[in-house]
């Protein structure tokens, strides 16, 4: 049986109760919950459940395991087929799967895009001339293939603001450096008293 709930992490009761025999009692052990003594009733010896009990689940986790891995085998060797010059949209068509298109997203903007972060990650380091990732992606036991389709560069306007923007900050921090320079000057040439009262 399970041992009480505040006891089951501490692994002294755990390897204590282990260790003893049918009608043994253990010497004291000192638990975070106190002192406890263990007493074994009764030893369960184990078994293996006959393979009826059984079949149905073993099968079943043989079925998704096997699945699992030809899928995964299947992605690998089209992707391989496809790094050495088999045509994307042909190759999936053929293989009775659907290609889905994403809407561009970039490094900075993930919102429009539902890919899992694995997918998303390898795809930025995609490029024309380099449109297949080198292998799979796999998320929640789902494998990916994909390419490269396009790169969309940003609007020239868009680029103006954020050049602004930037421009503004970057002299924003150079006129707060000149002034602790300057402040720091004046301090080290007279004597500077500060006003606690007048500061808050």
């Given at each position: ?6 006891l ?62 030809l ?19 042909e190759t ?32 930025l ?14 998320s929640?036991?789902a ?8 790169l969309?560069?940003?609007a ?32 080290k ?12």
């Open positions: 049986s399970s041992p009480p709930v505040a089951a992490t501490n692994h002294t009761v755990i390897n204590t109760s282990f260790e003893l025999q049918k009608g043994e009692l253990s010497s004291l052990i000192e638990t975070p919950q106190g002192y406890s003594i263990l007493y074994v009733e009764d030893v369960k010896e184990p078994e293996i459940p006959p393979l009826e009990e059984i079949k149905e689940a073993v099968t079943n986790d043989f079925k998704e395991d096997e699945a699992i891995r899928a995964r085998e299947t992605a690998e060797e089209t992707l391989t087929a496809m790094q050495e010059g088999a045509d994307f949209t999936i068509n053929n293989s009775g799967h659907k290609i889905e298109e994403s809407l561009f997203f970039s490094r900075n903007n993930r919102s429009s895009t539902t890919l899992p972060a694995e997918l998303i990650s390898q795809a380091s995609l490029t024309a001339a380099k449109p297949y990732p080198e292998k799979i992606a796999e929640d036991g494998f990916y293939i994909f390419r490269f389709k396009e969309k560069k940003p020239q306007d868009k680029i103006e603001q954020e050049k602004e923007a930037f421009e503004t900050q970057l002299l924003q921090g150079k006129q707060a450096e000149i002034l602790d320079a300057w402040l720091s000057h004046l301090m040439q007279g004597e500077v008293t500060i006003n606690e009262s007048l500061m808050n």
